[in-house]
């Protein structure tokens, strides 16, 4: 931990699922000697977490935040626990849904910003579910069977206080850099979330959460997203950009996007 914080990183990140043979991960102690040590070098952290047992333990050791939404209904004492220790929840909904959104509902491939920012031959390789290979079937299996119990959870965490963050855990099948994000807020709002408190677990809730100031106060990063059309009519808005401004200078999303447009892409049933 010594060398991670001499790097000044945002968070220090945390991989907990004990009595797990898929990924077997560090042992309750190991994981709360980390957070501990973390907290002496004054780091934020935040824990993976695959069940609300494992959750629960995390929360109890101190963590800032956990990360991922278990298949299970939200425990009350796991809720209560959350809200006295005042642990962020980073739900990551996109990465429990969106494969098989994307799958069931081909027509959210047609998005402008997504067709933007993804090459065309990954797309077309989420239309053509002929060669899906058994893993991924038995991953949309489990993201059907659990959809709705993990938009509940986010519910009852929400409603009852905990701070909400926006994240997707991009990288995994389904999921695409920057693009997820937007998605992550409509689901967010699925799990009902208001659009205002959406689009604050993306900026302000997250800005708070990271010690880094966001917006047009003096001292502010002075990173924006200017839109065509107001987010908190509908929070599908925010894939209308018009303009993004980072540390106060106006990206040229052109090449950007021309690059993005252009760079090999990643098959997912490969």
């Known amino acids: ?34 957070i501990e040590a973390a907290q002496t070098h004054g780091l934020t952290t935040v824990v993976h977490v695959e069940t609300w047992a494992a959750a629960h333990q ?38 429990h849904t969106e494969l ?19 090459d065309s031959v990954l797309l077309a390789a ?17 993201q059907d069977e659990h959809q709705t119990t993990r938009l509940d959870a986010v519910r009852k965490a929400a409603n009852a206080g905990v701070p909400i963050l926006a994240g997707t855990d991009a990288g995994n099948p389904g999921l695409f850099q920057g693009y997820s994000l ?9 799990a009902g979330l208001s659009n205002w408190n959406a689009l604050a677990a993306a900026t302000t809730a997250a800005g708070r959460f990271l010690d880094a100031p966001f ?7 002075a990173n924006l997203l200017v ?6 009519e509908d929070v599908r808005h925010t894939q209308n950009i018009h303009r993004v401004i980072y540390r106060g200078q106006i990206v040229n999303r052109s090449d950007f996007l021309n690059e993005a447009a252009t760079s090999v892409p990643t098959v997912p049933t490969h």
């Open 58 to 95: 995390v929360v109890t050791a101190g963590a800032d935040a956990i990360t991922h939404a278990p298949p299970a209904p939200l425990p009350d004492s796991t809720l209560a626990a959350m809200r006295q220790q005042g642990t962020a929840w980073i739900p990551t909904l996109a990465v």
């Open 126 to 142: 989420y239309r053509d579910t002929s060669g899906l290979p058994d893993q991924i079937r038995s991953w949309i299996d489990r």
């Open 1 to 34: 931990m010594d060398s991670l914080a001499a790097r000044q990183p945002d968070v220090a990140k945390l991989i907990y699922n004990p009595n797990n043979d898929r990924y077997p991960s560090m042992d309750c102690a190991t994981m709360e000697a980390g």
């Open 215 to 221: 917006g047009l106060q003096r001292g502010d990063r």
């Open 182 to 190: 937007h998605r992550e807020l409509v689901l967010l709002t699925q």
């Open 100 to 118: 098989s959104n994307l799958i069931q509902r081909p027509r959210l491939l047609k998005k402008d910003l997504l067709r933007a920012v993804a």
């Open 227 to 232: 839109l065509d059309a107001s987010p908190l």
